[in-house]
């Protein structure tokens, strides 16, 4: 089996995760899984509520999974459970048990993470305003250290962010062994 290098990419809203995921996954001929928590809002026409967040972080591992048998070298991941528990954390004053534990429980070999360095644009239901990106983003890095997670902070235009992530993708790749991923059989 060839290495596959799972690749999560987390951020703020309005931060260019998709964008870097979707971009990614062009680069390197692979697939990327899209964020579900934006086809969430889109369906139910609302914001998620508190006892959405378990449903909407397990559905996004659910489509991890779904993708992995597609993907050459890289999976890019927009977005991971942590990112709805710290989410939680700001509209919910926390994140459930569930939560948590699906949190703590999933694993990246790299995690991106895009600064809030571009313009804030708003979008729908889904975004809030630029204070409340900015907060994310200390709870998302102080989340991230808290558990000793390894991250890369990508700055700048696209261009920027997929050249330093360049460098940081080969290595991991480099250092991978034949990953078969959690969940396949």
Not at 12 to 34: F, H
Not at 84 to 96: K, L, N, P
Request: charged content about 20%; proline content about 5%.
């Amino acid at each position: 089996m060839r290495p596959c290098v799972r690749v999560a990419i987390l951020g703020a809203e309005s931060s260019g995760k998709s964008t870097l995921a979707a971009a990614l996954a062009a680069r390197y001929g692979t697939v990327w899984v899209p964020e579900y928590l934006r086809e969430f809002v889109e369906m139910q026409g609302r914001v998620p509520l508190a006892a959405d967040q378990f449903g909407i972080a397990r559905t996004q591992i659910e489509r991890e999974a779904a993708a992995a048998p597609q993907a050459r070298d890289f999976l890019f991941c927009d977005t991971t459970p942590l990112m709805t528990a710290v989410y939680s954390r700001h509209y919910f004053d926390g994140a459930d048990a569930q939560l948590a534990a699906l949190a703590d429980a999933t694993q990246y070999d790299v995690t991106l993470v895009t600064a809030p360095d571009s313009p804030w644009v708003a979008d729908g239901l889904q975004r809030e305003s630029e204070a409340v990106r900015q907060l994310i983003y200390r709870y998302l890095l102080n989340a991230l250290d808290a558990r000793g997670i390894v991250y890369h902070v990508l700055h700048d235009n696209l261009e920027a962010r997929l050249d330093q992530a360049a460098p940081l993708l080969r290595q991991a790749l480099a250092a991978a062994p034949a990953i078969a991923f959690p969940y396949n059989t």
